[in-house]
């Protein structure tokens, strides 16, 4: 007899504890999508190390490779380098570009 009412008073907790693992498990892991995008730079923030395409603010990470698309020998350049109008392709994870290709004669095909 001891034993079911043992029972009882533990069978509350067991299920708050399946319902916790429950919702855990249903929930997704938040994970930053990489993506690549095609547009046109509407504004350069040099200090911020930021610019803006097609009116979306992204930042440099410290590490972005930034070429020009344009030579043949995708030369490496700088954020001073970039200018309002140049049409670029890069890869970011969440608002944070990886790489940027500068296209100088107009939108990659």
């Not at 319902?19 to 923030?45: K, N, R």
Request: proline share 4%; glycine share 6%; aromatic share 8%.
């Amino acid at each position: 007899m001891r034993f079911i009412q043992r029972f009882d008073t533990c069978r509350g907790s067991v299920w708050v504890c399946l319902l916790v693992v429950a919702l855990l498990v249903a929930t997704p892991l938040h994970a930053e999508e990489v993506f690549s995008v095609v547009g046109q730079i509407t504004a350069v923030d040099v200090v911020g190390r930021a610019i803006e395409i097609d009116g979306a603010r992204y930042t440099l990470a410290p590490q972005a490779e930034i070429k020009n698309a344009s030579s043949e020998t995708q030369q490496a350049m700088n954020i001073t380098d970039l200018k309002v109008g140049q049409y670029v392709k890069f890869t970011a994870s969440g608002n944070i570009i990886q790489n940027l290709r500068i296209f100088n004669n107009g939108p990659p095909i």
